[in-house]
């Protein structure tokens, strides 16, 4: 079963514009990670954010997380074409066994 | 640093056929993680061994598929007989160690169709 739901399913947005994506979790939780993975492609970790952390920054990402509510968002600030891809929340179930979300697909438009 | 790296990229199939996927992780990496990738949805877990053994194989539909890590280093998933809803992409990954912080690192999948 996916712990991790991400919202919206799909997000179009025109390039240099602010990407917001949110994910919900169902149980608690040490960590949360982001993941990006371009069509055809691997995944790639792009930021873990502690369960004692609020806000995190990498670049042009920004995570937060708000352990009362069991969500995290990822925003992309700046976008540009090569951010599209589709991102993925990850937790941590059972034995170290790391559950992944259905994604957000993401399309920057030139 | 090489990635992870996995074969073949793609393989079509006609179904009850067998199919074996290769995967070589990261040097020194001694988890090794199994996905299942339907389209539209993320990860999900098949297998994962630490070094040559596999801790977790829950998710793993054991009456057709093996996987094997033989001297803890490159790995092999195998499928026998394919069925048609097998079609989906095999993700390899592997992190130095298991642990929640561990950042997994992913190969760039093998995709599966069965005719």
């Known amino acids: 079963s996916q712990q991790g739901e991400e919202d919206p399913q799909a997000l179009s947005i025109q390039e240099g514009e602010n990407a917001t994506m949110n994910c919900s979790y169902k149980t608690s939780i040490n960590n949360l990670q982001w993941y990006r993975q371009n069509s055809g492609r691997g995944l790639v970790h792009l930021i873990l954010i502690r369960s004692n952390e609020r806000e995190k920054h990498s670049g042009r990402l920004r995570v937060t997380l708000d352990t009362s509510k069991k969500s995290s968002s990822l925003l992309i600030t700046a976008s540009r074409a090569a951010d599209t891809a589709s991102y993925f929340c990850?937790?941590?179930?059972?034995?170290?066994?790391?559950?992944f979300g259905q994604g957000t697909r993401l399309t920057i438009n030139p | 640093e090489a990635g992870v790296v996995q074969s073949p990229r793609y393989k079509i199939i006609e179904k009850k056929q067998p199919v074996a996927f290769w995967c070589n992780p990261i040097?020194?990496?001694?988890?090794l993680y199994w996905y299942l990738q339907n389209l539209g949805q993320g990860p999900e877990l098949l297998i994962r061994?630490?070094?040559?053994?596999?801790?977790?194989d829950s998710q793993l539909p054991k009456d057709r598929f093996s996987a094997e890590r033989l001297k803890g280093v490159d790995s092999t998933l195998k499928i026998q007989p394919a069925e048609l809803g097998d079609s989906a992409v095999y993700l390899c990954?592997?992190?130095?160690?298991?642990?929640?912080?561990?950042?997994?690192?992913f190969g760039p999948g093998t995709r599966l169709l069965v005719l």
């Open positions: 990954a592997s992190s130095k160690r298991t642990g929640g912080d561990e950042t997994q690192y």
């Open positions: 061994y630490e070094n040559e053994e596999a801790v977790d």
């Open positions: 990850a937790v941590i179930q059972g034995a170290q066994k790391l559950v």
């Open positions: 040097s020194g990496h001694n988890t």
